[in-house]
Each structure stands twice: as structure tokens, then as C-alpha cells.
């Protein structure tokens, strides 16, 4: 079973006083994201037995659980006080995040998921997609259950965004010829959007005006860009030992991320065939990273990556400053954009 010290940044990254704040919004909700955990184990129930076995792998794992965690936020930030719906949409929240994780690991063959044996590794590509099927349709049951529509249509459009947006990346694999703005649809799809719900849900079940509701969809929709664009830079520059799976995993699947594209903007035309040339090698993966560094390094484009990042982190605190009194939950919600940027894993 995955415990709410899943939901906390690393030990190690508490000298970080954003990762500090951050743990303090996380103890805010502790009741709440405790009950979450509960649920998202208890609806794993199935009598196909390895529906449960594969899914309890996935979730003891941990994970930030970010996504319920923004839920339980926004909803508190627009005045909900119930004490089941919070959860409820929590859970389906995680739930399709976490089909999107074993989906995602089988198509780009990945053996590592958070330091551990990915699902497919160790069950199989056959039983991680179907059970990820299987968690997207428990997650449609639930919101049928819960029967709010807006909730359900919300989801329904993330939903596609991510599907839409795993079919972008698998067709710009290996091309280094796409530009920034369809990289940024890209990860609007696959990373935004979803984020973006999670904050839309909140002021739903909160029953807020269209202007508040808009502007937390417009502060999830921004950390949730600001989110992917730190990963695409710790790719390359994050700590192995608390990074949970292995340095240049994108370089190694063909991925062209935003340090790559900025520096291929850059480089002269040598540099972009040996860039080619090595996204194209199979070659041992340490000596292509080492020589790709050298490029990004040459070119700051992991600085300037992150720079885009806390651009849109800052783009999300002015949302809901203009939009929302001071409270502990605005509060909260703001501490969770500075961590996302300043995170280390």
C-alpha cells in the first residue's frame, strides 16, 4: 500500500525551502490524503485477480500524488466543505494518471518506473495495458456513480487530451525538426491537461463563478506545463540516485525534448548532424548522453528550460492571487507551483 509520505517531497530535499513549504500544504490535507490512499487502494477491488495485483504494484510505488492533492486544494479554495465528492474525484484523478503510466511504459519500453521494476517489466505488455484499460474505466464508473456531468465532461476532455497527446509523441519520435509550440501542445496533452482538470474539478465541487473557475483551470493548466518542462530538464541533469530511473531516459527512447530542441534551434549544422547521429545510435547510452550534454551545456538550454518552467509557474500564481482573497489554501496552492519548479526529482 502506498502512505501519505508518498505524497512528500524527498528527505533530502527539505533543505529546499519551496520542498519545506510544500510538505506543510501536504500536512494541511493529511486527513483527506490519507483517505484517498485508502480508496485508491479499496477500488482496486476485482475478482480478476491480477487487476489488483498489477494496480497494487503500480500504487506502492508512491507517487506525488499531486493530482488529488490539487483537487482536494481547489475544492477547499471555492468553499467546499463536503467530506466524500473531494475524494471521490481524487481517486479518479490518480486512477488515469496511473493507466496513463502503464500505458506509457510499454510503449516506450521502459524497465524502471520510480526507482523500481516497471509493471510491464514484471507482468508483462499484455496485462499493463489491460489493466490500465481497466483503471480508466473504474474511473468512468466512479464519476457515473458520482453523476455530475460537468465533472464527467471535464475528465472526459482531459481524457482526450492525453490520449491525443501520447499519439503526438509517439509521431515526433526522432524528429528533430519539431518546433517549440508543438512540443508545448504536446505536453499540454499529455501532462497539462490533466493537472488542468484536477484544478477545474475543485472549483466545480466548490460551486464556483465561471471567472474563479477559469482562472484555477488556468493555474493547472500552467504548473502542469511548468511540471513536464522540469522533468525534460532533470532528464538530463537530475540526480541518478533520486531521479527513479535512468539519466537520458528520453535521449534513449527517441524523445526531443525541450533542452534537445533549443539547442538544435542553435547549433550550427555539424552539431545538428552529430545531434542526429547520435539520437540515431545504438550506441551504450552513456557515451551518447555525455556528448549530448556537452551540446545542451554549450548552449544553456537546460537553464533556459527551467526558465520557461518557472515562467509558467509565475503565470499560475497570478492567476489565482487576482482571482482569489488570502487564505490557507490559496496559500497552498501557490506553495505547490514554487515546488514544482524547484523540485530535484
Keep these: 500500500m502506498a502512505h501519505l509520505n508518498s505524497t512528500r517531497p524527498k528527505s533530502g530535499d527539505l533543505a529546499n525551502p519551496a520542498a519545506s513549504r510544500y510538505a506543510s500544504a501536504v500536512a494541511l490535507y493529511a486527513q483527506d490524503l490519507e483517505r484517498v490512499e485508502r480508496e485508491i487502494n ?22 506525488k500524488r499531486i493530482r488529488p492533492l490539487l483537487v482536494i486544494a481547489s475544492s477547499r479554495l471555492c468553499g467546499y466543505t463536503g467530506a466524500i465528492r473531494q475524494i471521490t474525484h481524487s481517486v479518479v484523478a ?69 490520449a491525443e497527446g501520447e499519439v503526438l509523441q509517439l509521431v515526433n519520435t526522432m524528429n528533430l525538426e519539431i518546433t517549440e509550440d508543438i512540443y508545448l501542445d504536446t505536453i499540454y496533452r ?35 506545463m511548468a511540471f513536464q518542462l522540469v522533468d525534460d530538464a532533470l532528464d538530463y541533469a537530475g540526480e541518478k540516485s533520486a531521479w527513479g530511473k535512468p539519466i537520458g531516459a528520453d535521449l534513449a527512447e ?28 545504438d550506441e551504450e547510452l552513456g557515451p551518447r548522453l555525455d556528448r549530448i550534454m556537452m551540446i545542451l551545456k554549450k548552449y544553456d538550454t537546460i537553464s533556459t528550460t527551467l526558465e520557461m518552467a518557472r515562467g509558467y509557474a509565475a503565470s499560475a500564481r497570478e492567476r489565482l492571487i487576482s482571482a482569489f482573497e488570502p487564505s490557507i489554501h490559496l496559500t497552498s496552492l501557490l506553495d505547490v507551483a514554487d515546488y514544482i519548479v524547484e523540485r530535484k526529482v
Design 42 to 63: 479499496a477500488n482496486f477491488h476485482s475478482d480478476v485477480a491480477l487487476i489488483p495485483k498489477v494496480s497494487a504494484y503500480l500504487a506502492g510505488g508512491g507517487g
Design 94 to 162: 490518480e486512477y488515469i494518471h496511473a493507466a496513463t503510466l502503464l500505458h506509457d511504459d510499454v510503449v516506450d519500453e521502459a524497465e524502471l518506473r520510480r526507482g523500481a521494476q516497471s509493471a510491464n517489466m514484471k507482468f508483462g505488455n499484455e496485462a499493463s495495458v489491460l489493466v490500465g484499460d481497466f483503471l480508466f474505466a473504474k474511473s468512468f464508473q466512479l464519476m457515473s456513480d458520482d453523476g455530475d456531468i460537468r465533472i464527467i465532461q471535464t475528465v472526459a476532455e482531459a481524457t482526450r487530451n492525453l
Design 190 to 224: 499529455k501532462t497539462g491537461a490533466l493537472i488542468e482538470a484536477c484544478c477545474r474539478i475543485g472549483a466545480i465541487l466548490g460551486g464556483s463563478p465561471t471567472e474563479r473557475e477559469e482562472a484555477l483551470a488556468g493555474y493547472g493548466r500552467d504548473i502542469g
Design 254 to 281: 527517441g524523445k526531443v525534448t525541450m533542452p534537445l530542441i533549443r539547442a538544435i534551434q542553435m547549433a550550427g549544422d555539424a552539431e545538428r548532424e552529430d545531434i542526429a547521429s547520435l539520437m540515431e545510435s
